[in-house]
């Protein structure tokens, strides 16, 4: 470590303060750096990672506390450190570079630009001497060769700039159940139907593939879909990917069971997994799904909380320089900590005295039986095994949290606040627990009251007391998605209202002219070598799947034919391709799913609409929005004002005639 620190001291992420003392003389993104590289016609080296990721940590270890590796960067490199989280839209550029290079990506994410920004070499992990080498020999060619160089950054840069290029298409006609048949029959052929999720290793969790599944299947009455997606949560839930003792997921499972989680734990997937167990405990009533959603929010509220009530990013999967190490167990720790009931609950838990894993004598804590299957062979009632369960998670969490804690990356982001706020609101719906709406409440009052632009748009990022970075697309559509949410949790307007003025500063600030979709970065943002566009769903939706969808809800809401139609033209130029790769386009399948079935408007008049309420959300209706009123100005509920509790079931601009109870109103939705 260097005694002196870099320019990185200054950064608000907490992935550049970890370089801060790194020999290697780093710049954050922007001004100082980039207009050295053109005055000094020197090459920059972009290097992306974040505070989570493992193998970033790594190849710090390895190359940039390595005096040696600093004094060939620093000779011939501008050297430029970028949290991805922070600047998706430069990762995202530089990402598409390395992938067009070398036919995959990931993080660390090194690319080697020419001073414009362009790049012309790159990858993502490097060992130490391959590391050397690669610096020495693009820093020669760009002394003696700068032609073939620059023939490079013309090749990939017009790759990049024309890579998913969507071009505006015919809508069909209508719609069909045979368009969604067509997505799902080859993806069915990828289905794991002995552990769940897909025929591959690492296994990711992929929530919305699974939102898809669960809707699919109860739209469609497809067995298959229902099965492989409840087979899928059952198995995550019961797996080592699960944190059994502090609830909350990891990022992925390293092998095809679920079983060796990569130990660091993303907010966006957490956020995400929260709506996904609430939706499938309402589709299928188990009890499993609702206990890991009152898991992960205890964890979500006790680890990752800001004081100011958002939401932090991550927790890294090391701590002490080992992955893992807070979250396993050896049996003598085991036994010790819970006593008398460690002999009980040593197979419940997976524990073994030779470790369930590689690290010899270590145990990551999993399930392999149901609570029901394993009382009955330990000779227990259910509920007393239960109990003691509950105890002996307390007693495990007591001990654990006197360890040394895996770094936490206390960054706030606007989009995947978004995605949690949508989550506990969702959940807050389905199991009426009103604490789940305060915490959503709370952070998105937040938002609105110190996370705006002066413009009215959405800063990205806020940290240690202060909002930056203009919001990118995610932001926004995140955003209002989470304030829909609210809106179907509580009634208030406001919600719908703040809603419909990013919708409206979205539609002027990112617009493409030459293409329905939407730009990642906004028009009055900062000029990178390419705007993109983000069209397939990965970990994450998609920015512009998740705004389609935003746009056709507001346009139901508020009756403006502009936003359904942009909508619907958004869905017509994807579509050609969902059917290519279902995975990767799940959202844009799901607003398929509403086009084919329609969306059930269901408009509650009359004072007292709670009892309803509680009953409607028993029923799964994945294609519904839900409305009430007393003195409102949505156009459905404007001419239904009433003492008595109706509800109306409206669908295609027309209403039912309105019936009292949900039984009769069910009966007009099937």
Not at 629 to 654: F, H, M, W
């Amino acid at each position: 470590m260097n005694a002196e620190p870099n320019r990185l001291i200054k950064a608000s992420s907490p992935y550049l303060l970890q370089h801060a003392y790194n020999p290697v003389q780093w710049f954050e993104w922007g001004e100082e750096a980039l207009q050295k590289a053109k005055d000094e016609n020197k090459l920059i080296l972009v290097s992306i990672g974040y505070s989570a990721c493992h193998w970033c940590h790594v190849m710090e270890r390895e190359c940039f506390e390595v005096h040696e590796v600093a004094e060939v960067m620093n000779k011939h490199y501008v050297c430029i450190k970028v949290d991805r989280e922070e600047r998706p839209d430069i990762d995202q550029i530089y990402m598409l570079a390395i992938q067009l290079m070398t036919g995959s990506g990931g993080w660390p994410l090194n690319c080697i630009c020419l001073p414009d920004q362009r790049p012309i070499y790159g990858g993502t992990y490097f060992k130490k001497e391959d590391w050397i080498n690669v610096l020495l020999s693009v820093a020669d060619m760009w002394t003696n060769d700068p032609d073939k160089a620059r023939q490079y950054a013309d090749r990939l840069t017009d790759g990049i700039r024309n890579a998913e290029k969507i071009i505006p298409n015919v809508k069909p006609e209508q719609y069909t159940k045979t368009h969604l048949t067509e997505i799902i029959e080859p993806w069915k052929r990828y289905f794991d139907m002995g552990e769940g999720g897909y025929n591959r290793a690492p296994k990711f969790p992929l929530p919305n593939n699974w939102q898809f599944m669960l809707r699919y299947s109860h739209l469609m009455e497809d067995d298959a879909t229902h099965v492989s997606a409840l087979l899928t949560l059952e198995k995550m839930a019961m797996g080592g990917i699960y944190d059994h003792v502090g609830g909350g997921f990891a990022r992925y499972s390293v092998d095809g069971d679920w079983h060796v989680p990569h130990f660091e734990k993303m907010l966006y997937d957490n956020g995400q997994l929260i709506s996904l167990y609430a939706e499938a405990h309402q589709y299928s009533k188990s009890a499993l799904f609702k206990e890991i959603v009152d898991e992960t929010v205890v964890w979500l509220e006790r680890e990752m909380t800001a004081p100011e009530g958002l939401f932090y990013s991550a927790l890294d999967a090391d701590s002490e320089g080992v992955e893992g190490k807070f979250y396993v167990w050896d049996k003598a720790e085991f036994d010790q900590v819970l006593g008398k009931d460690a002999a009980l609950l040593t197979d419940y838990f997976h524990v073994s005295e030779e470790g369930n894993w590689e690290e010899e004598q270590t145990n990551i804590l999993l399930r392999k039986f149901s609570e029901e299957d394993y009382a009955e062979v330990k000779g227990i009632s259910v509920v007393e095994l239960l109990e003691k369960i509950r105890q002996a998670k307390a007693k495990l969490l007591a001990v654990r949290s006197k360890r040394v804690r895996p770094g936490l990356d206390d960054k706030c982001l606007t989009a995947w606040n978004g995605i949690t706020i949508k989550g506990l609101a969702e959940s807050a719906q389905i199991m009426g627990n009103t604490h789940y709406y305060d915490l959503a409440k709370k952070a998105a009052d937040f938002i609105l009251n110190s996370l705006k632009m002066k413009d009215g748009g959405l800063f990205r990022n806020f940290k240690s007391g202060k909002a930056s970075i203009p919001g990118f697309l995610d932001d926004y559509a995140f955003m209002i998605e989470a304030l829909l949410a609210l809106y179907e949790t509580d009634f208030d307007e406001r919600w719908l209202r703040e809603a419909k003025t990013f919708a409206d500063y979205v539609l002027e600030n990112f617009e493409d002219k030459d293409s329905p979709m939407l730009f990642y970065t906004a028009a009055n943002g900062e000029r990178l070598i390419a705007r993109k566009h983000e069209l397939m769903d990965n970990v994450i939706p998609a920015s512009n799947s998740v705004m389609a969808q935003n746009l056709n809800k507001l346009g139901l809401l508020f009756d403006e034919d502009r936003y359904v139609d942009k909508a619907a033209a958004m869905l017509a130029a994807v579509h050609p391709q969902i059917k290519t790769y279902g995975s990767a386009y799940s959202n844009w399948a799901i607003q398929l799913l509403n086009e084919v079935f329609g969306i059930n408007e269901i408009a509650l008049t009359g004072a007292d609409v709670d009892p309803v309420r509680k009953v409607l959300n028993q029923h799964y209706i994945p294609n519904k929005m839900t409305l009430h009123g007393t003195n409102s100005a949505l156009p459905l509920l404007k001419d239904k004002q009433s003492i008595e509790t109706k509800i109306y079931i409206c669908r295609n601009k027309v209403c039912q005639l309105p019936v009292t109870t949900v039984e009769e109103a069910l009966k007009l939705i099937n």
